[in-house]
């Protein structure tokens, strides 16, 4: 079988990895396939954006995932009045020594959790891209490297509630997924209530990786064997949103290695030294659907019509024995 890449033993990893999801599932119930898919996010080194209305959990997962790793967090919430040096910083005069000296912002954490992201202004939102993108920060001609690891998992609410903003096309580029939370099932909203009772269970939550292991593990997922017949697969996914009659944008090129590199992760999570066509199916649409642009609807209000045009292009697209 022809491969694109080697493959080292996965098996010291494979616990980290259950000890994280079990951790997350103590505090954020019924929702296996959203912690799943930002451990995916987590491996593959990118960053998530988690979309629903409020009060079904969406900031909950953020702060599991960060009390689970022993890192660097914050919390950045997003309002209208937000500006830019609040997120990455400002330079500020120093009158005892004459200098100018640059105060690092928040974002300057190895997980930063931006709350409610559409409240603020796109001016705002566009301060995170060299961020999120280049893993950096540029400020009065000076570049500043942010630690690793480095992850922004960021919350919307739906774009026809009161006060949100559209997210920049770019700005959507650079999450490798975006997710839907729901609603929770009766069952496990009945055990939220009583779990609730005596304050907030994920203040109460350890971490179980340190950020070392993380930079291992994310390590680890880029060495998941592909077959080549998987990497044809994928491009031929990503080609034909590009020719579809219905989409006025397709996906980008880094939308395609996301994909791929997602796909990897997922493997890896399943305990898997090679990818899988299902890995690619599972992924397609939380991290091709964001990256694409419907004929006729605005950017935020086509999230159901795109998510049905990629399951359609995917469904259609033969799958590589």
Known sequence: MATTN???DTTDFTGLLDKLEENMCQVVLGKRDVIRHCIV?????????????PGVGKTLVGRAIARSIAGDFCRLQFTPDLLPSDIIGSTVFNSNTSEFL??????FSNLVLADEINRAPPRTQSALLEAMGDRQVSVDGTTYPLPTPFMVIATQNPFEFEGTY?????????FLLRISMGYPDEGFERELLTSHREGEPVEHLQAVLTSDDVLQLQKQARQIRVDDTLTDYILAIVNATRNNDALHVGVSSRGAISLYRASQ???????????IPD???????SALAHRVMAKGFMQGTQREMVEGIISDIVSTIPVPA
Request: hydrophobic share 45%; aromatic share 4%; no cysteine.
């Open 6 to 8: 080697d493959v080292t």
């Open 102 to 107: 640059f105060q690092k912002g928040p974002v």
């Open 41 to 53: 996010a987590l491996l593959t080194g990118e960053h998530v954006l988690l979309e629903d209305v």
């Open 166 to 174: 559209s997210l920049p096309e770019s700005q959507l580029d650079r």
């Open 265 to 275: 992760s997922l493997a890896m999570l399943e305990k898997r030294k090679y990818v």
């Open 279 to 285: 890995d690619v199916k599972q992924l397609a649409v």
